[in-house]
């Protein structure tokens, strides 16, 4: 009986879709927002000199050049994302990529388009959504937008295919990266129907992997792990301070309402033993006129 790996572990994710372009194609017709009539019909991986210099915020795992049945071409930049600022970062790398196209001497209209394509194992948002496609837009007309960069988010935990009206691909695709992982034992028959599918699910096979790879597979689930644990140790301590200087600050400013109540009190009681309001405001340390608003909500 074959054993699997997870398509989200990157060194997985770029065998599968970082050297079967047929396979990328597939998957990429199914996910994005692309229009209607807008099929991509070939590709071709980027050099890896598009990379930026600052390698700490390069996580991109396949980038490739689409080309589509209108002879339109344009980038998409695919990530695998687990970090709390990964918007950040998404956002760094499309826009480096968009830049990176123009060679000295060339003119702004050989730009091409980037779509930037993030799958997320974790949650980003409260929203019940789960795929999320952004671009620039008018603030007064939304029907008016550039669409040279755009981002796309995907939160796979969100995913549930019984709950949304879409092109079989995208649901089959989308259960692929979902449900299938080392506990996988028996594949359901309906990702065989599709070819791209069946190979891409062959290529999980733990027995096509070199026990360097699976080395640096178990590495690579070690290093999101401790990411997600340093995260979560974070979020919590952040949780306990703030929790911590809101408790003070409510004891501050229950204090100090308290106060306030005393004193009132002390005014009323002295208005009520017949005390002039000036002499009144000097012992309550009061300007006159506190003092008379005070008297002034008295039954």
Known sequence: MPRYLDPKSDLVFKKIFGHHPNVLQDFLNAILPLPPDCVIESLIYLPSESVPEITALKYSIVDV????????????????QWTSDFIKRMLFNTATT?????????SYEHLSPVYGVALLDTTFSQEQEWFHHYRMTNA???????????LVLIELPKFKPTSITTKRATVLWLRFLKEINEKTEVVD??????????????LLEIASYS??????????????????TLFSGKYKEGLAQG?????????????????????????????????????IAQIAELS???????IELLP
């Open 140 to 150: 007064h007309d939304e029907s008016k937008s550039l669409e040279d960069i755009q």
């Open 98 to 106: 968009y830049a990176r196209q123009l060679k000295k001497g060339k």
């Open 211 to 228: 026990e360097a790879e699976l080395l640096a597979y178990d590495k690579s689930w070690d290093a999101v792990s401790s990411e997600r």
């Open 189 to 202: 028959p309906s990702f065989l129907e599709v070819d791209s599918i069946k190979e891409a699910i062959s």
């Open 243 to 279: 929790l911590a200087q809101g408790e003070a600050k409510g004891l501050a400013q229950g204090e100090a309402k308290g106060k306030e109540e005393e004193k009132k009190r002390f005014v009323i009681s002295m208005h009520r033993s017949g005390l002039p309001l000036e002499q």
């Open 65 to 80: 050049r689409c080309f589509d049945n209108h002879g339109r071409h344009f980038i998409v930049e695919m990530q695998l």
């Open 288 to 294: 006159q006129n506190q003092v008379h608003c005070i």
